[in-house]
Nanobody
Framework: QVQLVESGGGLVQAGGSLRLSCAAF????????MNWFRQAPGKEREFVAT????????YYADSVKGRFTISRDNAKNTVYLQMNSLKPEDTAVYYC????????????????WGQGTQVTVSS
Protein backbone atom coordinates (compact mmCIF):
# COMPACT_ATOMS: atom_id res chain seq x y z
CA GLN A 1 0.00 0.00 0.00
CA VAL A 2 1.38 3.36 -1.05
CA GLN A 3 1.62 6.08 1.57
CA LEU A 4 2.96 9.61 1.37
CA VAL A 5 3.42 11.10 4.82
CA GLU A 6 4.04 14.84 5.15
CA SER A 7 5.53 16.54 8.17
CA GLY A 8 7.05 19.86 9.16
CA GLY A 9 4.05 22.15 8.95
CA GLY A 10 3.20 24.64 11.67
CA LEU A 11 2.72 28.27 12.61
CA VAL A 12 5.37 30.79 11.62
CA GLN A 13 5.59 34.57 11.43
CA ALA A 14 5.80 36.35 8.12
CA GLY A 15 9.38 36.36 6.87
CA GLY A 16 10.15 33.09 8.59
CA SER A 17 11.02 29.68 7.22
CA LEU A 18 9.72 26.13 7.36
CA ARG A 19 10.91 22.87 5.85
CA LEU A 20 8.33 20.32 4.84
CA SER A 21 9.20 16.66 4.40
CA CYS A 22 7.30 13.89 2.65
CA ALA A 23 8.29 10.29 3.22
CA ALA A 24 7.12 7.73 0.67
CA PHE A 25 6.29 4.11 1.41
CA UNK A 26 5.23 1.24 -0.81
CA UNK A 27 6.43 2.57 -4.14
CA UNK A 28 9.67 2.71 -6.10
CA UNK A 29 10.37 6.31 -5.21
CA UNK A 30 12.94 6.98 -7.93
CA UNK A 31 10.35 6.09 -10.60
CA UNK A 32 8.18 9.07 -9.68
CA UNK A 33 8.37 12.78 -10.17
CA MET A 34 7.42 14.41 -6.88
CA ASN A 35 5.25 17.43 -6.44
CA TRP A 36 3.94 19.83 -3.86
CA PHE A 37 0.51 21.40 -4.12
CA ARG A 38 -1.36 23.57 -1.64
CA GLN A 39 -4.93 24.50 -0.85
CA ALA A 40 -5.95 27.61 1.04
CA PRO A 41 -9.35 27.89 2.74
CA GLY A 42 -12.07 28.52 0.19
CA LYS A 43 -9.70 28.16 -2.74
CA GLU A 44 -8.85 25.47 -5.24
CA ARG A 45 -5.79 23.32 -4.84
CA GLU A 46 -2.84 24.81 -6.70
CA PHE A 47 0.56 23.74 -7.93
CA VAL A 48 3.63 24.74 -5.93
CA ALA A 49 6.66 22.78 -7.16
CA THR A 50 7.83 19.67 -9.01
CA UNK A 51 11.10 17.77 -9.06
CA UNK A 52 11.99 15.14 -11.64
CA UNK A 53 12.76 11.52 -10.79
CA UNK A 54 16.50 11.98 -10.50
CA UNK A 55 16.28 15.51 -9.14
CA UNK A 56 18.00 17.10 -12.12
CA UNK A 57 15.19 19.53 -12.87
CA UNK A 58 12.78 21.55 -10.76
CA TYR A 59 9.76 23.66 -11.57
CA TYR A 60 7.95 26.28 -9.49
CA ALA A 61 4.80 28.32 -9.45
CA ASP A 62 5.54 31.99 -10.07
CA SER A 63 4.17 32.84 -6.64
CA VAL A 64 6.89 30.86 -4.84
CA LYS A 65 9.81 31.14 -7.25
CA GLY A 66 12.92 32.41 -5.51
CA ARG A 67 11.50 31.68 -2.05
CA PHE A 68 10.78 27.92 -2.08
CA THR A 69 13.16 25.08 -2.96
CA ILE A 70 12.11 21.51 -3.71
CA SER A 71 14.65 18.71 -3.29
CA ARG A 72 14.69 14.96 -2.88
CA ASP A 73 16.78 12.19 -1.39
CA ASN A 74 16.09 8.97 -3.28
CA ALA A 75 18.10 6.95 -0.77
CA LYS A 76 15.66 8.07 1.95
CA ASN A 77 12.51 8.02 -0.22
CA THR A 78 11.86 11.59 0.87
CA VAL A 79 11.06 14.86 -0.85
CA TYR A 80 11.46 18.24 0.82
CA LEU A 81 10.10 21.74 0.42
CA GLN A 82 12.22 24.47 1.94
CA MET A 83 10.08 27.57 2.33
CA ASN A 84 11.76 30.90 3.05
CA SER A 85 10.47 34.47 3.27
CA LEU A 86 7.02 33.16 4.05
CA LYS A 87 4.01 35.41 3.52
CA PRO A 88 0.50 35.25 4.98
CA GLU A 89 -0.78 34.28 1.54
CA ASP A 90 1.30 31.09 1.77
CA THR A 91 -1.09 29.86 4.46
CA ALA A 92 -2.58 26.58 3.23
CA VAL A 93 -2.62 22.84 3.60
CA TYR A 94 0.40 21.56 1.70
CA TYR A 95 0.13 18.22 -0.11
CA CYS A 96 2.86 15.95 -1.37
CA UNK A 97 2.04 14.05 -4.56
CA UNK A 98 3.72 11.42 -6.72
CA UNK A 99 3.36 11.20 -10.48
CA UNK A 100 4.74 8.52 -12.79
CA UNK A 101 4.36 10.88 -15.74
CA UNK A 102 5.95 14.33 -15.64
CA UNK A 103 3.30 16.92 -16.40
CA UNK A 104 4.16 20.03 -14.45
CA UNK A 105 1.27 21.58 -12.52
CA UNK A 106 -1.17 18.90 -13.66
CA UNK A 107 -3.26 17.38 -10.90
CA UNK A 108 -4.66 14.97 -13.46
CA UNK A 109 -1.31 13.21 -13.71
CA UNK A 110 -0.99 12.54 -9.97
CA UNK A 111 -0.96 8.89 -8.97
CA UNK A 112 -0.76 9.30 -5.19
CA TRP A 113 -1.50 12.07 -2.68
CA GLY A 114 -0.43 12.59 0.89
CA GLN A 115 -2.83 13.62 3.62
CA GLY A 116 -1.51 17.17 3.84
CA THR A 117 0.19 19.31 6.46
CA GLN A 118 -1.03 22.73 7.63
CA VAL A 119 1.17 25.78 7.19
CA THR A 120 -0.02 29.00 8.82
CA VAL A 121 1.85 32.27 8.35
CA SER A 122 0.91 35.09 10.68
CA SER A 123 1.34 38.74 9.76
Amino acid sequence: QVQLVESGGGLVQAGGSLRLSCAAFGLTFSNYAMNWFRQAPGKEREFVATITRGGSATYYADSVKGRFTISRDNAKNTVYLQMNSLKPEDTAVYYCAASSVLRVASMGSIDYWGQGTQVTVSS
